[in-house]
């Protein structure tokens, strides 16, 4: 692995989904940042290939070490655990097969054969009947890395989020706050933004009810548990402030004021994320899901399988190419 390009791990996803779609439109732009390796089925990535990017070809290797840097030729460890492909069906087998990616590239990354993982979708309809007890990637991740403080942060353009809560009903998300998971998420944060690049990230913290509580005639979770983690962790010399009013933080990050704003729920984040991410043009979706606190680098694209529109080749690569970006650039 070179210092100046890195290696990147994509897992292809569920099977039925879009991502074989999106990984052999996007190789091509890839390799121009990256060495890139996928993850996945050879038989399934090359009938995406001959349906959607007729001028790549499929090539199977043993070892990251063996992919090129060929625009024209996609490297796939191949995980030969796909034996009746078809788009958009949900199935036990594509929920086992998609987990298996994903542990492979952990185990890959771990090892230090990879210099970051990005995945494409998978289905969590599919992997709960194939018997995984996650919601998604992210507490996956977690646990195969011993990880006890991470969060989701999600990145487009202008707008970071990070959030204390992500997949648990929002009546969980209320009441399970704590101080302390407030008080790790930020500072999760604040390393995070680091590793990009920034040297004294500007990080906002969105309050939990309307209008931050406005002086406690709103709830008292503000003065009683979000304002102690912010001042906890400015103590240490992070540059932090809030709790701010919800309905206007995340536009006023998106205008510079801020480089971060974290969220305490998962649609609180995600809301105005995808507002800017899914333009409706084209299909066209943006935004890159970034897994932060962990001791390996994963990315991956900030959209869902969507089996209504697998094999019609209408799918956007464009959160694909952010994703193995921003990786590359983390690496």
């Known amino acids: 692995m070179s210092e100046n390009r890195p290696t990147i791990g994509v897992t292809m996803g569920d099977p039925a989904g879009i991502g074989s779609e999106v990984i052999v439109k996007s190789y091509p732009q890839l390799v ?18 001959n349906r959607f990017a007729t001028d790549l070809s499929v090539r199977r290797v043993t070892s990251p070490a063996e992919a090129g840097a060929d625009p024209s030729v996609l490297p796939v460890l191949d995980l030969d655990n796909v034996t009746d492909h078809r788009y958009g069906e949900l199935s036990q087998a594509n929920g086992a097969a998609s987990l298996a990616y994903v542990e492979r ?66 009546r969980e998300a209320c009441s399970n706050l704590t101080v302390g998971d407030v008080e790790s998420t930020i500072s999760v944060t604040n390393e995070a933004l680091r590793d990009l690049g920034l040297d004294n990230p500007a990080i906002a913290v969105a309050g939990l009810n309307p209008h931050a509580s406005d002086g406690g005639l709103l709830g008292d979770e503000e003065a009683e548990i979000i304002e102690p983690a912010i001042e906890r962790v ?5 540059n932090v402030t809030g709790p701010y009013s919800p309905d206007t933080v995340y536009v006023r990050a998106a205008a510079g004021e801020f480089d971060c704003v974290v969220s305490m729920y998962h649609d609180q984040g995600h809301i105005p994320i995808k507002m800017l991410g899914f333009t409706g043009e084209d299909d066209a979706v943006s935004g890159v899901n970034v897994t932060i606190g962990l001791p390996i680098i994963r990315t991956s694209v900030d959209h869902g399988t969507a089996f209504d529109i697998a094999g019609e080749g209408v799918a956007s690569e464009q959160s694909m190419l952010d994703a193995v970006s921003i990786a590359a650039e983390m690496a």
């Open 32 to 49: 121009e940042s990256a060495t890139v390796v996928v993850i996945g089925d050879e038989s399934v990535l090359a009938d995406a290939a």
């Open 105 to 170: 590239a952990i185990e890959l990354a771990q090892a230090g054969e990879i210099d970051a993982i990005t995945t494409a979708p998978i289905n969590k309809q599919a992997t709960r009947m194939a018997g995984s007890e996650y919601a998604g990637h992210t507490g996956m991740l977690a646990d195969y890395t011993d990880t006890d403080e991470y969060s989701m942060m999600l990145v487009e353009d202008d707008l970071t989020v990070t959030h204390v809560s992500t997949h648990i009903p929002l």
């Open 234 to 238: 400015a103590e240490t010399g992070v």
